[in-house]
């Protein structure tokens, strides 16, 4: 086995010193050298793993062995095969603990690169390839709504458009994309390749119906009695704020980081006044939390001119459920990790704002049922910790603005929408995918669910009627 098989190709990016003082992407992305280099590392196993840890199933061998070979728009569409959104996932998704954490090379050197060379290929094309014509493809008579314009419902409709169903996506925002448009930070996911990925969906021929907020502006009910939509799936993901309800938490300063990174990333308020989207600015910024938002939320408080900013995680960096490459690029951005520590009260300013958080020390006890330990308070532990700005990153709820209003479907105690294996809900011709359902997860398992319900809808309505 030659010597490239041991380390991976690194990856350019902007040094820390530089990116803190803007919002533009971190990594910059392989060339077409180093893309075919990485992707000579991968050994064309004959039952890879890789594809069985990818939830949308991806050809992981045949496309890096199509990179290796310098073809790039094949390997392109051989993502594409089952990837609507190669361009983001190549950028989001936990790679490191899906597709590369099976990966046979692991077991003794490096994992191939795997998100880094599907982020290759997809900006390769968005670069390089011609203009964009309007598809030409066969059509059915059946309607399809799909509901939210997140990573689940764009999958639901790249599927079916494909298999010749008219789609349309109801989005209750001004602009598609759902957490790749409000959640995730610009200088992790840019939004032009957000849109660029859009671009080709509606090209495709799905149309999209922004500000519409179902379940206020039209239901379900409507939709499939009054508007002649043959079925409906529901991907509105799981954007309500979550706090702790500590005492003091109506204090101003405090966020939940839903809004905090909203404001930041689809309204561009980091560019404050030339939009009229303002942002709270603070000084010394506590976030509460130890997921990909909380590490979005910091990084985006470094950016807009923090002095000091805090991660509060109640476990020890082991637990830690973000990925280790947001990290270390929060560790290298000087943001600090206070572990073990959980807050409990927030003190005012006498002007009401926050002036601190009375924070416990923690210990780890026995794992709890997300397999991680279980965090203990350590008695007579409590300190005080001054800050003038809280974001609170520990999840979000669902909306209740759909289910409410949607008679016989069913929920659980989160207020989530059940779902079966294949999507289908308790109401006949609806089905659901993404967190509406699980609760805060990654975007390609929502894009996985959106395939798995796009299948199941294609059969539900191929089948003759009896």
């Keep these: 086995m030659c010597a490239t098989t041991t380390t991976r190709v690194p990856m350019p990016e902007q040094p ?40 949308v199933g991806v050809q992981i061998p045949e496309f890096l062995k199509l990179v290796q070979e310098g073809n790039f728009a094949a390997a392109t569409d051989k993502i594409k095969e089952t990837n609507a959104l190669p361009a983001v996932c190549g950028r989001v998704c936990p790679q490191e603990s899906q597709c590369e954490a099976l990966c046979i090379l692991g077991k003794k050197s490096e994992p ?58 109801f989005e209750a925002f001004h602009k598609p994309g759902g957490v790749l448009m409000y959640g995730i930070p610009e200088f992790r996911l840019p939004k032009t390749i957000v849109e660029y990925e859009i671009e080709g969906l509606k090209n495709l021929g799905v149309k999209i119906e922004l500000n519409q907020v179902v379940g206020q502006t039209v239901t379900i009910d409507e939709l499939l ?15 309500l704020p979550m706090f702790l309800n500590l005492p003091g938490e109506d204090l101003n300063g405090i966020f939940a980081a839903n809004e905090y990174l909203t404001r930041a990333n689809l309204m561009k308020a980091y560019l404050f006044p030339q939009t009229d989207t303002p ?29 000091t900013v805090k ?14 490459e947001e ?13 073990l520590t959980n807050p409990k009260a927030y003190l005012d300013d006498g002007q ?13 006890g026995e794992p709890d049922a997300s397999g991680r330990r279980r965090p203990i308070t350590v008695p007579g532990s409590d300190f005080e910790l001054a800050t003038d700005c809280v974001i609170i990153a520990a999840g979000g709820h669902a909306n209740p603005l759909l289910t409410k209003n949607t008679p016989g479907l069913d929920l659980n105690k989160w207020g989530n929408i059940i779902a079966d294996e294949s999507g289908r809900t308790s109401r006949a011709k609806v ?36």
Aim: charge should be positive; glycine fraction near 12%; proline fraction near 4%.
């Design 352 to 364: 009401g704002r926050v002036r601190a958080m009375i924070c416990d020390r923690m210990e780890l």
């Design 225 to 239: 009695n009054e508007d002649g939509f043959a079925a409906v799936f529901i991907g509105v993901g799981a954007g």
């Design 112 to 169: 191939v690169a795997i998100g880094r060379c599907e982020r290759f290929v997809a900006d390769y094309e968005r670069e390089h390839a011609a203009p964009r014509q309007t598809a030409q493809r066969q059509t059915n008579d059946k309607k399809v709504a799909v509901i939210g314009a997140g990573p689940a419902g764009l999958t639901v409709a790249g599927d079916l458009i494909l298999l010749g169903y008219d789609v349309t996506i």
């Design 327 to 339: 990290i270390h690029h929060a560790e290298e951005e000087g943001i600090e990790f206070l572990f």
């Design 431 to 466: 089905w659901s995918g993404g967190d509406i359902v699980t609760g805060s997860a990654t975007v390609i398992l929502a894009m996985g669910a959106g395939r798995v319900a796009a299948g199941d809808i294609h059969r539900a309505l191929a089948e003759p009627v009896a």
């Design 279 to 307: 942002i709270a600015r603070g000084k010394n910024v506590c976030v509460i939390g130890g997921g990909n938002v909380a590490m979005d939320a910091a990084r985006t408080a470094v950016r807009l001119g923090a002095e």
């Design 311 to 324: 991660i509060v995680y109640r476990r020890s960096k082991t637990e830690l459920p973000a990925r280790a």
């Design 16 to 55: 820390a010193n530089v990116r803190t003082k803007n919002f533009l992407e971190v990594p910059l992305g392989y060339t077409p050298n180093m893309a075919q280099s990485e992707a000579k590392r991968c050994i064309q196993c004959k039952k890879p793993k890789c594809v069985e840890g990818c939830p």
